[in-house]
């Protein structure tokens, strides 16, 4: 809660995950030479140097040795992270679960996980001396690429889907400079768009190759393992779109094993929508990824049916830490939302509700053990959506009435 | 982030505003005596013994010292409270104003403020060992009250008004036991309400008379004080409906003046919407409140036109304490909203954009100093809220239509 000096960050560089060269801290889309992705490279000495208790501040950048960002200056912040880790005791009764767990995102200043990426993202542009960010969305990332670009006085370029919800349509047209709504989805759009932002003088703040965006997504591992009195879970399930959150906290987890903070890495487990499961049926099947046309999902954040080259890492992953995989179809996320708020009063969104749809099959697969600690990440607020209206008969304020109402509940079961 | 030991409660018991009874600390909804509002005594000399090194943990339960719930089995959470203190520099400049902070309550775990008060009320209905909770709500706070009862395993009953925004609705008919729509508005059924709280074995968790719930909207106060660096700001600008957030801050600031921490009580600002307004007009003309029949304002959760017993004590504050308060028109409130999306990147609903707006006001007015520390606090996450559909065309994806759109772009101011 307190003013404070941060840790400096620990990053030295980028390395590239196909041929392995190795390149400064600068602004790089992917390898000059091979075209991979690249990933920040950390001194991992420097952090086994820090103690838990050095970590200091209350955003996201108490986090700041684990993060590329150099100069403090360019710690933007909308009071991002920190989010509830919250024990569900009655819905882990309900599956059989003794120590289920639930990351809630919804409290993040935008309602979701992408304020994380989001921070790094911003830092990184001011760090680079951009003046513009842009976005390809289906809401979320937009909504906060808008929010912090305004925050950092940006210029943002939002590409938003034209049936993104209208909560978050509100929340990109009130905060972004540039909101261009376009037809179809994501998978239409992408291609022209990377084409794009090789040519411009523009910072690409997109999921599926920046490089500084998703050292932000880590800080949930990191709040996890703190929260749990310095220890890591035994099961981390997260949802996989582009797969962002689900490698950042897998990097997380492995630097704090790296670095002797954690005993362990947890099982990962990937969460998808039926309706966009390329690297569940890939884990199962076997093979590569096979992108797939898709349809319209209610877990719009989801909406994702060709993960490319972050979609072959996190399956890589999956297939070396013998990870777990499973999708649920739009009624079994429903389903879960309402399971959440009547058990345990979270109100989240359906695609934020994909990883407890799809941890609820894995139980019943019996995939897991039940004595485990399973973490489950639910990645946005219930606020983010757009339902049917509520369709109940409203009642006149009389008496007699109220007092027979309210006796009934009372002697209900 | 840790796991830790609460300091235990000093509240001692109950006493009553009118008469001066004092009460020991059970579930009471008035004085006994004389009907008027009781308050929450504490032992100011323990208090005064602890600094604020001494506060622990990363919930509301941080100030369990300060609150009036003694045992740590009721301490119920959902992750409220520790919302970010943000400075505004872009907005500051634009008002003339050189240390305005927004002090923003919608990274809580619903949305809102409304779940400080919530969770104290909650946890007191434990400890008072009722099994049902009810409120009248225009949304927010039935929200609230539904999210933390079912985390509880309590029948709650919320009285909300049919013309409530829908994903306030989703919210409560997601989270209540049972939700219950009337026609009208808040006081047309306040007084009904009041009767049969009277009679029946439930916990009443509404603003109006609620001795134990006002308590937990104390710790918007604390965390300020803490986030400041220790200190009180100057100016303190909170809504009021009943009155609640405001007299908890109040009361908040004068222990912490009382027990030496801070050095000053701020100069206290209330904020109406021009729809609700009587404690601005009773605070301008002189003498009593005057209850209104109340229109629709789009910011709902100030519609109270008859803050009763509360807003008798808040207008007793605004006079003693030589404050100053100020009414919003919606078309003003809007502004307000859009103004602080587009400079600071935060999406604030309607109802916490009234102290804004109300600032703004003040400030053209010049009734404030420009070099005060100024706290602004706006209640509710812009995500509550319910707003006209955006009419925007959609593009094709064409890349030759995309990068004309870029470049125009970057080339405007």
């Not at 404070?4 to 960050?9: A, E, I, K, M, Q």
């Not at 100069?71 to 989010?83: A, M, N, Q």
């Not at 830092?123 to 390809?136: D, I, L, R, S, T």
């Not at 999956?318 to 429903?334: I, M, T």
Request: glycine content about 10%.
């Amino acid at each position: 809660m307190q003013w404070y000096t941060p840790v400096p960050t620990a990053a030295t560089g980028l390395s590239c995950r196909g041929c392995g060269g190795t390149y400064p801290r600068t602004y790089m889309l992917d390898c000059p030479a091979c075209h991979s992705l690249l990933q920040v490279e950390y001194d991992l000495e420097a952090l086994a140097a820090l103690r838990p208790g050095d970590l200091r501040g209350d955003t996201l950048w108490r986090y700041a040795p684990f993060l590329p960002i150099g100069d403090p200056r360019h710690f933007i912040s909308l009071g991002e992270g920190l989010t509830p880790l919250l024990r569900l005791p009655r819905l882990g009764q309900r599956l059989g679960l003794r120590h289920l767990y639930l990351k809630f995102e919804g409290t993040n200043p935008t309602g979701t996980v992408k304020d994380r990426s989001t921070a790094t993202a911003i830092a990184a542009a001011q760090e680079f001396g951009f003046n513009a960010v842009a976005v390809v969305s289906t809401g979320n990332a937009g909504s906060s690429i808008a929010a912090y670009g305004a925050r950092a006085g940006l210029k943002t370029f939002v590409f938003c889907y034209a049936r993104a919800a209208q909560p978050k349509m509100h929340h990109m047209a009130a905060c972004a400079s540039h909101l261009i709504l376009y037809r179809g989805g994501y998978d239409d759009l992408i291609r022209i768009y990377d084409r794009l932002m090789e040519e411009m003088p523009i910072f690409e703040a997109g999921a599926s190759r920046s490089t500084y965006k998703m050292e932000g997504k880590k800080t949930i591992a990191y709040e996890t393992f703190e929260q749990l009195g310095n220890q890591a879970p035994d099961y981390f399930v997260a949802p996989v779109a582009v797969g962002e959150t689900f490698i950042a906290a897998w990097r997380a987890f492995n630097e704090l094993f790296a670095i002797g903070w954690a005993g362990k890495v947890p099982t990962m487990v990937a969460a998808q929508s039926s309706e966009a499961n390329p690297i569940v049926e890939a884990l199962r099947d076997g093979g590569p990824i096979r992108p797939r046309p898709i349809g319209y999902t209610i877990a719009e954040g989801t909406a994702v049916g060709n993960p490319e080259r972050k979609g072959e890492w996190a399956l890589q992953i999956l297939r070396e830490g013998k990870g777990l995989a499973a999708d649920a179809s739009d009624p079994e996320v429903l389903e879960a939302q309402a399971l959440l708020a009547r058990t345990e009063g979270m109100w989240a969104g359906p695609t934020g509700c994909v990883p407890l749809a799809a941890l609820r099959k894995l139980v019943t697969q019996q995939a897991l053990d039940p004595d485990a600690v399973i973490v489950c990440v639910a990645s946005e607020s219930g606020l983010k959506g757009e339902y049917a209206p509520v369709e109940r008969e409203a009642i006149e304020p009389d008496e007699a009435h109220l007092r027979a109402i309210l006796r009934e509940g009372l002697a209900a079961g």
